[in-house]
């Protein structure tokens, strides 16, 4: 399993304010034949659905879209929350990149590089 994290803004430990989401975790493990299991954790001040973390993107070191996992609800009362994905990736990918949005940002400018794990 890889993991790559970092560590919570400050400016998201204010409540009141809904800021960009954080990328807290990403593990990702292999489940075969090019198949991986990526879970990510994220961080974000929800206040409902006027503002939450919607989505989270894995894309190859082209940039290319490989997948996304769209986050159906606010998570107000579950802070930091994982998710996961089951995705096909390209024996030639060899390090993905995950990019985190919200309903109102959109895509963050922070994103978070992690290794895929040889099959």
């Known amino acids: ?17 809904a800021g960009d989401t954080t990328i807290e975790a990403v593990e ?9 299991r ?18 989270w993107d894995v894309l190859d070191e082209a940039g290319n879209l490989l ?6 609800h606010p998570h107000v009362n579950e802070q930091p929350f994982t998710r996961s994905l089951r995705l ?3 024996t030639s990918v060899k390090v993905v990149t ?4 919200d309903s109102v940002h959109g895509d963050n400018k922070e994103t978070v590089a992690a290794t895929v794990p040889p099959q």
């Open 1 to 17: 399993v890889v993991k790559s994290s970092l560590l919570a803004s400050a400016l998201l430990c204010v409540p009141a304010f």
């Open 28 to 36: 990702i493990e292999p489940v075969g034949n090019n198949v991986y």
């Open 38 to 55: 990526i879970s990510v954790t994220l961080l974000h001040a929800d206040t409902g659905w006027d503002h939450y973390a919607n989505r």
């Open 67 to 72: 997948g996304t996992r769209v986050l159906a």
């Open 88 to 90: 096909e990736i390209p």
């Open 98 to 101: 995950i990019v985190a949005a």
